[in-house]
């Protein structure tokens, strides 16, 4: 019997069905330890020596590994072909050292890009050692990161009161979304105009055409300022005789663009399917590790953590055939398109993301998959079947029409897709929409025509413009321009942007970053005071020399050396830092920001209550950041800073109807934040008589029933919020599906601790990378993985319900509904059966605290599951 241990339950139960009985599959759930968050577990005096620590749950799943080992003559590492993956082998294989749990066991590192049952049996045949250059590289990166947040964050918290911590990578990307937030804020609109003449050809066919050229010059974009000059060019073209001076055709080929890349992948996904990175990267993992067809567990993706673009010989070959079959020969190129990385750090580059069987068409596999599987695969097929078919042709024409005289020219454009080649399966999205000097000419349609002919003019309009800012970034155009800088890993992305709007930096939208005002002080604070470790080039050249380790060509000890030398000089510089001087820094900064200009021309910074002080930014202990005014203590006028108010805070916005019931679905501000109601609440005179058991009656009370209500999640944009996600959050708690060990269902839900999954009487928090609207059910198994060993069902109450046996902060204690108790002293765990919970709920049992008082029984968190929307009228939210 041979063990393999891979990272999730998901990949567990397909490799499984693969291998049968000869080997034990278990899975690691993830990491199995990590450097404890407190001082000293990384320790550069020693070398930069680490300690590692496993939670409950990693010496759960470590205790698993070794039992199954007993007997056993090999232990293959199966975790993910990455550094991380390494990662998680390296820690699996110590830790089992460690407990003595390997002897006479061989121990192999096997990888796999994509999990089928070929590709599984292949790397069975050919394991090797684990990579210890990947493993340092890990090293090096995990100790940097460490050292970077906890170094510098605490100086942020002394410094900069009512800020949160400070990240290697995200403070990078922090800076970037307030750059460009200041300069969209210095912009200052330039007006220009351009002028469209609408002509007829001989054979009275109209086209429209702008004019390019004056007095024999090629026109600018300012060069027509404003109305009047636009206006005296108008008089100048009615006037003039028109005709063809050049007819200029060419064919160009346009070609498709390469398979995905993890990044790649995230910016289309975000732009063509309107998905975060998190949510494209959760779901690309789920077509990764497998769906259920025809019964059988089938990986349908190749693993998309990667740099590459490039694809094995044998998929190629497969899509060519399968682009022959389907289309013709003519959409197939003669030889076989390769591709290369452009990606400025490219390593550990596998293949692309491709399809593992491209017979399996997103219309073949539609019925096995959830919406947002179905809608990723579908992109991911089409784009890897794109990468090998024809080139598109098209013919693109211009057009100069200019007057009898030659001091006045207009150019028409126009161009016609002869064949459409991979067109006709794929076309990539823009970043960003054409402006005016842009246009996208695509099946853009040109009469005939011949030069000299003489050409009609039958309208000319002058037209007004103005510049525009740079325009926020999306999570694709971030994640693109940090690719092109060369910053983080493009499978840390995800994670980056979830964390800076977590620490309310920046928030979302119309899906676009806005940096908070908090975010903003922390961006000026870093660049004024640590302005080198968060350069952009500086962040670029530390990520080159982690890909240095991985590649065997630099020791990673001393990679940390250097940098942690001269971190720590900088850090101790700021020791006499006063917080005065940081706030007179940050006034200077972010003032055009804090003090914009005022309509009427006065002064910004004139304190309104007392006219004659001047406001600054202040820094306060408890408050944190706050505008203030010079004349303070005889005058107080105060003003907040870094708060983050819900868009729309003050007003109700109607989402649209429910197709179900035709009520009204609206967005609320609430007390507790922003929620969803469906329908309309009734007449407050009706609940006064009533009080707020009235309220709860529903339709016996004078006032009717109470509408549904279901607040947003923590870190939910109240701008992105649509109709769909409105219903969707009304409609929980929703079934997630049945656990395939237990048998019972899943429910996922939001409660007064925030979201959850639920089995049972077992309830587990989602992490901020979790949606509870479209958690799958094996992210739910893992989550519930924990919480299961800390609670036993004893079985049926007299009166009903379950009663369990729960751990908790204080210790062990049973529960029956809103009833708990501890168990006394010197009881064991293993001494309490059904008869001995219910004697001892009976005779110590209290009911749960509310508000903001908790029992001691409460450490579990079994209060958590109140679903949405059943809350006391005095609630103004669900959640």
Known sequence: MDVVVVESPAKAKTINTY??????????????????????????????????????????????????????????????????????????????????????????????????????????????????????????????????????????????????????????????????????????????????????????????????????????????????????????????????????????????????????????????????????????????????????????????RTDGVQMAAEAVAAIRAHVAATSGRDYLPDTPRLYTSRAKNAQEAHEAIRPTDVTRTPEAVAHALTDDQRRLYELIWKRAVASQMASAELDQTAVDIASEDGRIGFRATGSVIVFDGFLKLYREDRDEAPGPESEDEDGRLLPPMAERERSQLKSVTPLQHFTQPPPRYTEASLVKKLEELGIGRPSTYASILQVLQDRQYVRLEARRFVPEDRGRLVTAFLVGFFEHYVAYDFTAALEEQLDDISGGRAAWREVLGAFWRDFVKAVESTKELRISDVAEALDRELGPHLFPDRPDGSDPRACPRCGTGRLGLRIGGATGAFIGCSNYPECRYTRNVGGNPAAGADDVRVLGRDPETGELVTLRPGPYGPYVQLGEAPPAEAYASEGRRGAKKGAKGKGGPKPKRASLPKGMDPASVTLETALGLLSLPRLVGIHPERQEPIYAGIGQFGPYVRLGPVYASLERDDDVLSIGLNRAVVLLAKKLDSVKLLGTHPKGGEVTLRRGRFGPYVQHGTLVANLPKGMAIEEVGLDEAVS????????????????????????????????????????
Not at 199 to 228: M, N, V, W, Y
Not at 856 to 866: C, G, Q
Request: hydrophobic share 40%; proline share 5%; aromatic share 8%.
């Open 19 to 304: 291998l049968g009985r000869d080997f034990t599959v278990v899975a690691s759930y993830g990491h199995v330890r990590d450097l404890p968050a407190r001082d000293g577990s990384v320790r550069p005096e020693e070398g930069f020596a680490m300690d590692w620590e496993a939670d409950e749950r990693g010496e759960k799943q470590l205790r698993a590994i070794a039992a199954a080992l007993k007997g056993a003559k090999r232990l293959y590492l199966a975790t993910d072909p990455d550094r991380e993956g390494e990662a998680i082998s390296w820690h699996v294989r110590e830790m089992l050292a460690a407990r003595r749990a390997l002897k006479g066991i061989e121990v192999r590192r096997i990888t796999f890009n994509e999990i089928t049952r070929k590709a599984v049996k292949a790397a069975l045949e050919h394991p090797r050692d684990l990579d210890a250059d990947l493993i340092d590289a890990y090293l090096a990166r995990r100790a940097l990161d460490y050292l970077f947040g906890f170094t510098l964050s605490p100086v942020l918290w002394r410094k900069l009161p009512g800020s949160r911590s400070a990240g290697r990578v995200q403070s990078v990307a922090l800076r970037l979304i307030c750059e460009r937030e200041a300069e969209i804020e210095a912009f200052r609109p330039r007006e220009y105009w351009t002028i469209e003449g609408a002509f007829l050809t001989e054979r009275a066919a109209p086209f429209t055409a702008r004019l390019a050229s004056l007095d024999g010059r090629k026109l600018g974009q300012f060069d027509i300022p404003d109305e009047a000059a636009a206006r005296a060019i108008v008089s100048r073209v009615e006037a003039a005789r028109w005709r063809i001076a050049k007819v200029e055709t060419k064919r160009v080929r346009r070609n498709p663009p390469p398979p995905f890349t993890t990044s790649t992948l995230q910016q289309e996904a975000a732009r063509k399917l309107g998905f975060s990175a998190t949510r494209t990267m959760r779901t690309a993992q789920q077509l990764y590790e497998g769906v259920e067809i025809e019964r059988e567990t089938v990986g349908l993706i190749t693993y998309m």
């Open 840 to 879: 001892l709920l009976a005779e110590k049992g209290k009911p749960l605290a509310g508000g903001g008082g908790r029992s001691k029984a409460t450490s579990a968190r079994p209060a958590a599951a109140k679903p949405a929307g059943r809350r006391p009228a005095r609630r103004a939210t669900a959640g």
